[in-house]
């Protein structure tokens, strides 16, 4: 309780971070260019076999050829529609319910102590281990899947949250108090805003978490999405699939983490100013 | 002065921070008054319980021993009939400066358009009027501090408690901040209990001075100084140089004796 603040360079060095310099960018952009020149020499001297190492032309005409046809009769976006609505869904239920209930956890202790032991003991878990549970329990389908990766998604937002409560400079507390705010307008005016920068790399978090955990439950069960789509690829060793599948992960995952940082820069406009 | 009402009372006020071997006495019997229009300035060297002594006044800690009353009622918690400024600005960063203005009226469900009347006229006060969309991190050092003040005057609290206000800045925006600190008293009939580390500060803003002791803080002695209106009315004319001197005289006369107490006991 002490009323000078330390908090000070708290966020300075994370947005820093992002922005690149020239020589950087020319630099991450070769590092792609060697990987895929690298790939296409590797295949034109035939150092692997095709059904191993598709060469990049094959996995692009290939590419084509599922826009066109879809993967087993069914449309590409059907698949990518599938494992995004799982994904999405399971990760607004993650925001909508932990974002409260960590916070409540962080400045009610009462809360604290009935949620946190539960979280503690789930999250160190890999969500595979009970998602064969899950499925006895709500079948193969989009339901169990939703909740291992509401699961997965939670905890990291609930972290998150505690960790930011805690950390929130105190004479900002203080001195809504001194200027006649009560204790519900302080959680909603105050704590909550406070709370905001952290609590939005919990959701990156959690979105890499919930990304990987969908990925692995579509091969572990499941007839449609992007994930069963490569591991039912890998059965018939069509490797061309698994490239473009792994291609679309990857895009899609850096795209959809661009967009949550377009969205904090709006929303937490003063992270790293303060 | 003294016939005014009494705002503030600390009677025989201990503070004890931690218990058994680790405990620290911060404060030791503490008896101050402050009454309605004073301007009261702390001095005392570091750690000997300034901002413990506020943060008491303020209800952000509860006195271990003693009394802390407010117009003959204990304090028991912070309130926005006293207001505090702190050292570095704790304005809010996700409103804009006109919202960090208006949310101490707003916190206590005035009429909008009285909201927006107080937030006005407490900016132009501080000069920041025309600054009201800007977002606080776009503001210097001083401005900061400016709107800070605004946000407390906004509650047209009974008490203004400042710890070290203008510590944290350059030379000539604390001369800045201190004349404006003065008008302000002045032009509003504040009631101002101000901590500071500065003899000058202390002397040139305050009715009175109260010296603290260092760990554990006792109030050693109070002056009761008359310099601030001399000092900050441009008006002011001496009748002759003899008048000066003699009033310059003054003033070293008790600064002197200030940083004598301050100093012998270190
Ligand atoms: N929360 C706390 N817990 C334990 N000890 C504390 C706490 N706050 C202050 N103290 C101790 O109490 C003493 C008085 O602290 P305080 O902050 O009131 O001093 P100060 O006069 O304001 O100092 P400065 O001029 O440096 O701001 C110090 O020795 C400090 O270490
Ligand atoms: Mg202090």
Known sequence: MDLENEDKVENNNSEAGTEKSKTEKVLTLSTWVVILGAWYIVTKLELFSPTLLPPPTEVVTAFFKLLKDGYNGIALWVHLGASFRRLFIALGLAIITAIPIGLLSGYVSKVKAIVDSVVEFYRPLPPLAYYTLLILWFGI????????????????????CISAVRKINQDYILSAKSLGASQKKIFFKIVLPACLPE???????????????????????????????????????????????????????????????????????????? | MSQEEVLIETKNLDKIYGTGEDSVLALKDINLEIRRGEFVCVLGPSGCGKSTLLKTIAGYIEATNGQCLMQGEEIEGPDWHRGVVFQSSTLYPWMSVKDNVEFGPRMRNLPEDEIKEIQEYFLEEVNLSGFGDKATFELSGGMKQRVALARVLANNPQVILMDEPFGALDALTRNDMQKLIHNIWKENNSTIFFITHDV???????????????????????????????????????????????????????????????????
Do not use: C, H
């Open chain 1, 141 to 160: 389908d989009d339901k169990s899947k939703i909740i291992l990766l509401f699961l997965a998604a939670f905890a990291p937002i609930y972290i998150a």
């Open chain 2, 200 to 266: 000058d500060e202390a002397l040139s803003l305050a009715t009175r001075v109260v010296v603290m002791s260092k760990r554990p803080g006792r109030i050693i002695r109070e002056f009761n100084v008359d310099f601030t209106d001399t000092l900050f009315d441009e008006n002011t004319k001496f009748d002759d140089s003899s008048q000066r001197v003699e009033y310059e005289d003054e003033y070293f006369k008790v600064k002197n004796e200030i940083l004598d107490i301050i100093n012998n006991q270190v």
């Open chain 1, 199 to 274: 609590i939005f790399t919990g959701i990156r978090t959690a979105f890499g978490v919930a990304y990987t955990t969908l990925v692995s439950s579509e091969m572990i069960a499941a007839t449609s999405g992007i994930g069963w789509m490569v591991l039912d690829a890998s059965n018939f060793l069509k490797s061309e699939v698994i490239f473009i599948g792994i291609f679309i992960m990857g895009i899609s995952g850096v795209l959809i983490d661009a967009g949550l940082r377009f969205i904090e820069r709006k929303i937490v406009f003063w992270k790293g100013k303060v």
